[in-house]
Nanobody, 125 residues
Framework: QVQLVESGGGLVQAGGSLRLSCAAS????????LGWYRQVPGKQRELVAG???????NYADSAKGRFTISRDNAKNTVYLQMNSLKPEDTAVYYC???????????????????WGQGTQVTVSS
């Protein structure tokens, strides 16, 4: 089980920057993947940036070149640095953790998803 707490959202003008933080309740070494998603009312939640425990990263096309996901393992925290923000980046941003394991009894592989409560990012034009 993982608890996630996001912070760092706020109001910023277009072209500005924000850094979002997501603090996990346990070592992120034990988390297979960490990512940032965003959602606006009436639309599907979408992946913005993802990071796996082996160091691989991926970004939505809209985020490439502007956003960077990173980890601080010592602090059990994942960050999303957002630069050159645009009004269309306005959304609630959610931290997500995916864990994988094998059931000790059934020996079946499983994956669990965990979500933070979200942090609002508003970019003014």
């Amino acid at each position: 089980q993982v608890q996630l707490v996001e912070s760092g959202g706020g109001l910023v003008q277009a072209g500005g920057s924000l850094r979002l933080s997501c603090a996990a309740s346990r070592s992120i070494f034990s988390i297979n993947a960490l990512g940032w998603y965003r959602q606006v009312p009436g639309k599907q939640r979408e992946l913005v940036a993802g990071s796996t425990s082996d160091g691989a990263t991926n970004y939505a096309d809209s985020a490439k070149g502007r956003f960077t996901i990173s980890r601080d393992n010592a602090k059990n925290t994942v960050y999303l640095q957002m630069n050159s923000l645009k009004p269309e980046d306005t959304a609630v941003y959610y931290c997500n953790a995916k864990t994988r394991g094998v059931n000790s009894i059934t020996r079946r592989a499983y994956e669990n998803d965990y979500w933070g409560q979200g942090t609002q990012v508003t970019v003014s034009s």
